[in-house]
Each structure stands twice: as C-alpha cells, then as structure tokens.
C-alpha cells in the first residue's frame, strides 16, 4: 500500500510564508515525479508545481518567483516553500507522486489527502 500524506498547511496574513511537505510511504520500487496541485473553492484544480526526478522544475505562472519546489528522494518526500503568499493563493493544495508499486508492474499517480491553505488579507 502506498500512501502520500502532506503537512504543513495553516492560516497566514499575506505577505507571508509556509512550506508545504509530502511524503510518500509503503511498498515504493520507484518514484518519478512529485508536484503540488491546489483547488480553491468554486475552482478547477489546477497545477501550481511538479518537480521530475532529475530536478526539473514547472510551475504556473501566478507562482513563478514566489514558490520553490523541492525533493528529498532519501526521504520520498516533496516540499512547496511559499512565500509573498497572497488571498488568491488559499486553496486546498493536494500532492502528488508518479510511483511504480513493488506489488504491481504500472505507474500509478498517487495523491494525498490535501491540507488547507488559508491567506488573509
């Protein structure tokens, strides 16, 4: 069983930081890429940003220069340094691994639970 559990999320006045993490956890062979999506209410969810195994970042514009994706492949765990946090940024931020399961032969991507983001003005 594979599990991605993700912390981190809280109430912050804009202009501020919080760092996001995910790990990954259970009977892993390999892990591609992770990333964060995030779905603020009345929204589609959306991509905010993914990170491959060799390092290769994406993100989506209205991120760019304000958040910082990175991984720690020791610990499975994918991290989301926010800062300059502004209203329109409070969503449900969900993660997410492409991982290959020993007990099965195909990638799967695997989400977490999500945790809330909440920025006040």
């Known amino acids: 069983q594979v599990q991605l559990v993700e912390s981190g999320g809280d109430l912050v006045q804009a202009g501020g930081s919080l760092r996001l993490s995910c790990a990954a956890s259970?009977?892993?062979?390999?892990?591609?890429?992770m990333g964060w999506n995030r779905q603020a209410p009345g929204k589609q969810r959306e991509l905010v940003a993914a990170?491959?195994?060799?390092?290769?970042?994406n993100y989506a514009d209205s991120v760019k220069d304000r958040f910082t994706v990175s991984r720690d492949n020791a610990k499975n765990t994918v991290y989301l340094q926010m800062n300059s946090l502004k209203p329109e940024d409070t969503a449900v931020y969900y993660c997410?691994?492409?991982?290959?399961?020993?007990?099965?032969?195909?990638?799967?991507?695997?989400w977490g639970q999500g945790t809330q983001v909440t920025v006040s003005s």
């Open positions: 259970g009977s892993i062979f390999s892990i591609d890429a």
């Open positions: 990170i491959t195994s060799g390092g290769s970042t």
């Open positions: 997410n691994a492409d991982i290959i399961p020993r007990l099965g032969s195909r990638r799967y991507r695997y």
